[in-house]
């Protein structure tokens, strides 16, 4: 089928539908990997999931893998940026910071992102005013904040 539907045979539970149903090939190969990444799912479940999804003539997609390893990288660098900023962290730990930083290919000019992150810092608690989904008691933290630093 050119339509990228597929005719699944031998559903056993009740929750797959019924037994002839045509499925979108995408949404079963998504799925049956979804199963494969899955902690809760059992090893005996992941190797027929593993099956099938060969069986499709699908094979494993590896730049998922790829782009959740980037995503880790990023969060990781994340983290140690906000270590830089952090008032109670220790200078050494500041210092580590920034060498892992740097060891990872990012530029650090701490006056610019200090500066930068000060900026960005009074916007949020300026959006903060506007949002109906803040509560009145944040909504008066943000003006504190505000008139405190002369925002």
């Known amino acids: 089928m050119s339509t990228g539907m597929v005719a ?3 559903c056993s539970s009740s929750t797959d539908g019924p037994k002839d149903a045509s499925k979108d090939i995408n949404r079963v190969a998504g799925g049956l990997k979804a199963a494969i ?3 809760n799912v059992s090893a005996e ?3 027929e999931a593993q099956t099938k999804l060969n069986a ?3 094979e494993e997609d ?3 893998t790829e782009s959740e390893a980037a995503r880790t990288n990023t969060h990781v660098a994340g983290g140690y940026k906000a270590t ?3 008032e109670r962290v220790s200078p050494e730990k500041r210092q580590h ?3 892992v930083l740097e060891a990872a290919g990012y530029h650090i000019d701490e006056e610019t992102t200090q500066s930068d992150h000060d900026t960005r810092v009074l916007a949020g608690y300026k959006a903060a005013l506007s949002n109906p ?3 009145e008691q944040a909504k008066a933290h943000a003006r504190e904040y505000l008139s405190a630093h002369g925002a």
């Open 84 to 86: 830089l900023h952090n």
């Open 37 to 39: 990444h899955n902690p």
């Open 62 to 64: 590896r730049t998922a």
């Open 133 to 135: 989904r803040v509560s």
């Open 97 to 99: 910071a920034k060498e």
């Open 45 to 47: 479940a992941k190797a």
């Open 8 to 10: 699944l045979r031998g």
């Open 56 to 58: 499709l003539g699908v």
